[in-house]
């Protein structure tokens, strides 16, 4: 299963990262939003820019929190050919993905946040970074940067209402033209052979210390799920 072996943040009473019992998150939750250059399925896609929401989680669990939104989205994003849309459910989280062209957008939500108005965000968030000016060089991007950031942390806050993800009438025709690959688990969008404990380890999204948590959480069989 998907990680969760944050510090601090697998719970004694819960095997949920969010547990809506155990947190003060609101239903219908826009957790975070990253956009990714894609490379193929040989290498790492490139960070373009995140905004997260990590209010509900105590301040020495936040930065390892971010860290795991960040090596679940691009796990993710690798997996995601151009041209396809992706879900991946696990508990009470969705992870959502779609890939235009190689520019690819990724967000987590919990389940009660309906898909539709999850892939609404989804092409909000592209239409919005291809209209930027200084975004058109996107495609000649090599490392992690911080461009889109900015713009996404707006996007975040707009669309914790999924009615207002609604209005955007303009998606629904691509939407109703693209089927989307449902995956009941992160193992299941991994190719066969590859194991979520290597990638967790060679991960550089992951600090040593949420290396470390997240095995001694499994280990406990204390590992929560991240969407």
Not at 1 to 30: C, F, I
Not at 34 to 42: C, E, I, Q
Not at 126 to 134: K, L, Q, R, S, V
Request: hydrophobic residues 40%; neutral net charge; charged residues 25%.
């Amino acid at each position: 299963s998907l990680v969760a072996a944050v510090p601090g943040v697998a719970r004694r009473r819960s095997p949920s990262l969010l547990d809506p019992a155990t947190t003060t998150s609101r239903a219908m939750k826009l957790t975070a939003l990253t956009l990714w250059k894609s490379n193929g399925d040989a290498l790492d896609p490139n960070f373009l820019g995140g905004a997260t929401d990590v209010a509900e989680f105590g301040f020495f669990q936040r930065a390892s929190v971010r860290e795991m939104l960040i090596f679940i989205s691009r796990t993710v994003a690798k997996r995601t050919p151009v041209g396809a849309r992706q879900s991946v459910q696990q508990d009470a989280y969705m992870v959502h993905v779609s890939n235009k062209n190689g520019l690819t957008a990724v967000c987590v939500v919990d389940e009660e946040y309906p898909s539709r108005s999850a892939f609404c965000v989804l092409w909000k968030m592209i239409d919005e970074f291809e209209e930027t000016p200084g975004n058109a060089n996107w495609r000649a991007t090599t490392s992690d940067s911080e461009q889109a950031s900015e713009m996404l942390e707006g996007i975040l806050v707009k669309y914790q209402d999924p009615s207002a993800a609604d209005k955007i009438l303009k998606i629904q025709r691509e939407l109703d033209d693209t089927k989307v690959v449902l995956h009941k688990t992160i193992d299941s969008v991994l190719a066969r052979g590859e194991k979520l404990d290597n990638l967790v380890d060679k991960s550089t999204d992951l600090s040593l210390a949420s290396q470390m948590f997240y095995k001694q959480a499994k280990k406990q069989n204390q590992c929560c799920t991240m969407m």
